[in-house]
């Protein structure tokens, strides 16, 4: 009989491992690039507006633009990831281009009307770029082995061996779906051979290594991909001569892909476990709505002053997950199970909190400006729906202890020299956790140039992040981690062109 090779499995009352904290944290961060010169001033543009990008921060930026006009950027994303694992470090680098921002404005003024002016404006923007790869090894006490063993206790034996005419496939994904992710992750180290039962009978709920070892060697390979994009409809308009008030109306995308790689070896000569390997792939896809309200007021000829709300963002997403694991002691059709066979998860949905911006800026004229911009995200509200599920409301809870304010501080400068244009930004994100041990404060600097050609601009940016981010290997079982510092720098240009 020909064996299926491909599976795919609702898995009705399974818990996805994918679904925990760090979604939340992936899609609640907005690190918009946006326009060459919203980076070049690192996005302190709430009071300002006048650039496409800056709807983002706040939606009555539109209403201040004097001409219809479009921007189109694409940016060169340059990945530096320092890995420090078991006492060793080990650099990755990654680079990608993209178009990540397409946008345009349609102004029209009014003559009689103490709305002086209506502005209609449409941009895409991408969020989230997600290509990165980072890669650590080092000798760690915490094998491999303990992540199953963790899974596997209290779970009965029966169930985890393959049934009499039963493939190794279909037993795994029978499991999952009856009886979760846990219990699947428990028979693929059973299959595997990296963990016994004390006792060979199927009520038997305790379980053993059968690695030993005081270190072993470890070899993670984790690389990501995909991007979280906003498009975004807005409507502003200026009334009087120094009130400029606007809405938004945003429509996520998200596309998401995480590969990791592991290879442990290094055991006890005398060890029945010589070598293993354990690979996961997830794919995440979905999308999501917010709208933003925002308004612009200009006190005098020089001081503007900006205040903006942007809601929470509903996502719905769905995830499917695949697996592949080996040893010297696997059964022989333990390599069955690899990426074709497909758990496919139900539908959630994820609440990320809303987000308050104020901002103030100076404008010297037709010389230049300075411009700062405050933003307060309360991350402990975000939220893993529906709240009935009792596993969505155990990390709700986690997420409310765990989490905590984000302050966020941009400040941008411009001076103009004619047709020319110099710029430069800086950029603090506090850390979203209460422990800033596990993701640390990010900190950023930009700088930029544009040059106007009187109905057109081109604009050139460079910007740089960095943060240390403790990277977990899995989702839950073993809290093993490996502390990565990113450097994140992009080169960004820009082409803008007044109609």
């Not at 499991?175 to 219990?183: D, K, P, T, V």
Request: aromatic letters at 14%.
């Amino acid at each position: 009989m020909k064996r299926i090779s491909t599976f795919i499995m609702v898995l009705v009352c399974a818990y996805s491992s994918a679904q925990i904290i760090d979604d939340v944290l992936k899609y609640s961060t907005e690190n918009i690039q946006g326009t060459a010169r919203f980076q070049a001033m690192g996005g302190a543009f709430g009071a300002l507006g006048g650039d496409l990008s800056s709807l983002n921060v706040n939606p009555a930026g539109s209403a201040i633009f004097n001409y219809s006009e479009m921007t189109v950027t694409g940016s060169n994303y340059h990945r530096n990831n320092d890995a420090f694992f078991g006492n060793s470090v080990r650099n990755t680098t990654l680079n990608s281009l993209e178009l990540n921002q397409v946008g345009g404005v349609l102004v029209f003024r009014s003559n009689n009307s103490p709305w002086k002016k209506i502005a209609i404006a449409f941009n895409y923007d991408m969020v989230q770029n997600f290509d990165n790869e980072f890669y650590a090894a080092g000798n760690t006490a915490l094998g491999i082995d303990n992540y199953f063993l963790n899974f596997a206790q209290g779970e009965s034996l029966g169930p985890l061996r393959v049934q009499q005419g039963e493939y190794i496939e279909e037993a795994y994904l029978d499991i999952g779906s009856s009886l979760g992710f846990g219990a699947q992750q428990a028979f693929l180290g059973f299959q595997a051979g990296l963990i016994e039962p004390t006792e060979d009978d199927d009520a038997n709920t305790s379980y053993f290594s059968n690695a030993a070892y005081s270190n072993v060697r470890q070899e993670y390979v984790q690389n990501t991909s995909g991007y979280n994009s906003k498009f975004t409809l807005n409507f502003a308009s200026q009334y009087e001569e120094n009130l400029f008030l606007g809405a938004s109306l945003n429509f996520h995308t998200v596309l998401y892909d995480r590969v990791s790689f592991l290879d442990e070896d290094g055991y006890d000569q005398d060890s029945p476990v010589q070598f293993s390997s354990f690979d996961n792939l997830l794919h995440t896809e979905g999308y999501g709505f917010s709208f933003s309200l925002g308004a612009i007021a200009k006190l005098n000829e020089s001081v503007r002053v900006g205040g903006s709300y942007q809601s929470p963002t509903w996502y719905e997403l769905m995830d499917d997950f695949s697996q592949r694991i080996n040893s010297n002691l696997a059964v022989s059709d333990i390599n069955f199970i690899d990426f074709g066979i497909v758990n496919l998860y139900e539908e959630y949905r994820i609440k990320t909190p809303g987000k308050l911006t104020g901002s103030v800026a100076v404008v010297f004229g037709e010389d230049g400006l300075l411009s700062f911009d405050y933003g307060y995200q309360d991350m402990s509200q975000a939220q893993l729906r529906p709240t009935s599920d009792p596993n969505f409301s155990a990390e709700n809870d986690f997420i409310a202890d765990a989490l905590g304010v984000v302050n966020s501080y941009r400040l941008g400068g411009e001076i103009r020299f004619d047709e020319v244009s110099l710029r430069g930004g800086y950029r603090y994100e506090s850390s979203p956790y209460e422990n800033g041990d596990i993701v640390g404060d990010l900190n950023g600097f930009s700088a930029g140039i544009g040059y106007s050609f009187g109905g057109s601009r081109l604009d050139l940016a460079y910007s740089r992040t960095e943060q240390d981010v403790n990277a977990f290997f899995f989702d839950s079982g073993i809290d093993s981690a490996a502390m990565v510092n990113r450097i994140n720098t992009n080169i960004s240009l820009g082409y803008t062109f007044k109609f």
